[in-house]
């Protein structure tokens, strides 16, 4: 395919009047045999006009906007993407919720956006429908990613491995957990089930070991995590340690523990995941695993101007560190050297 350089040096014109009379640029004044010979040219040389992309940015996500306001993982990931977007001077398209959708058909909406940010997980079937329509993707936390999209996440089974490890390096077994199923989505409200990675880290250390499994499953919300840390202060034998899931289920467990007259860090130490806000507005405030939300957000934003400008040709998967930080809830162990 030529060149619109070439087709200019053929036709002995600038490339700037090829261009504009290749885009039916109707403000441009030039001969008609000159319009023709461009044409021809163009067409005897097989030119094929490239779509320009808009430099918009379109996010699909199976989170009401409901959700996005009280749930502290999609309200942080949302204000990253739209901090990067007005940093890199891009634009959003109106999102896609795929909870409000009837059919899977309905996902060629993104045809037209210049990149697409999913933030799953979603099922592969959605996934692929999706590329079919735009190729540019980059998808936000989905369990097994295809190796030729784009993206971003954030390994949970090692990070809870991690801090299993460093707990039993300071001699603590009695580990309860506090966590939920993952659900895989599919447009409308369908979805399938799958063990989450922290839970899966936590019975395959458990039983590597030889300790005590002693296992909540929630529904991820803060009401329930009440419940289940009622129920834990009515136990005979406490744990030493609660694990959850998520901050917001650390603050239902939290105020069901002190509504029980449980003190946490000295009778119940208490961890959880996602490190968002709430965990500083709690008293105690509450130790968490920091997933780099913020991160998701800024890196997915970059991935999809790379995409709208051409550079490369291969996809890009980050896997992005987590962190354990450290407040009252679950102390950092102090090492003493001895003399």
Request: aromatic content about 6%; charged content about 25%.
């Amino acid at each position: 395919m030529a060149s619109i350089r070439e087709i200019a040096k053929e036709a002995g014109v600038s490339p700037g009047t090829v261009s504009r009379v290749l885009n039916e640029d109707p403000s441009l004044s030039v001969a008609t045999e000159t319009r023709q010979r461009i044409i021809e040219i163009a067409n005897a040389r097989n030119y094929t006009k490239q779509k320009r992309l808009t430099r918009q940015i379109q996010i699909v996500t199976h989170a009401s906007k409901e959700k996005e306001m009280i749930d502290p993982y999609y309200r942080e990931l949302r204000l990253a993407i739209e901090k990067e977007v007005k940093h890199l001077n891009l634009t959003l398209k109106k999102t896609i919720r795929t909870n409000e959708l009837t059919s899977i058909e309905q996902l060629k909406q993104v045809e037209k956006a210049g990149s697409v940010i999913v933030i799953g997980p979603f099922k592969q079937s959605v996934i692929q429908q999706l590329y079919t329509y735009n190729a540019r993707l980059i998808l936000i936390n989905q369990i097994d990613a295809p190796s030729h999209i784009d993206a971003v996440s954030s390994d949970l089974y090692h990070s809870m491995e991690a801090l299993l490890e460093e707990l039993q390096n300071q001699g603590i077994e009695k580990v309860t957990y506090v966590g939920g199923e993952t659900k895989i989505r599919d447009v409308g409200h369908a979805h399938d089930i799958v063990a989450d990675a922290r839970q899966r880290a936590y019975v395959n250390w458990c039983e590597k070991f030889n300790i005590h499994m002693d296992n909540y499953s929630s529904n991820w919300e803060r009401q329930n995590g009440l419940e289940i840390g009622q129920h834990i202060a009515e136990r005979e034998t406490l744990p030493q340690i609660v694990i959850t899931g998520n901050d917001v289920l650390a603050v239902g467990v939290l105020q069901g523990l002190q509504q029980a007259h449980i003190r946490v860090p000295q009778d119940v130490q208490l961890v959880s995941f996602n490190d968002s806000e709430i965990t500083q507005y709690t008293a105690p405030m509450i130790s968490s695993i920091r997933i780099p939300i913020e991160e998701f957000g800024r890196q997915a934003v970059r991935l999809a101007q790379d995409q709208m400008k051409g550079n490369r040709q291969v996809a890009i998967h980050m896997q992005l560190n987590t962190q354990l930080n450290y407040r009252e809830s679950f102390l950092k162990a102090v090492s003493v050297d001895s003399e």
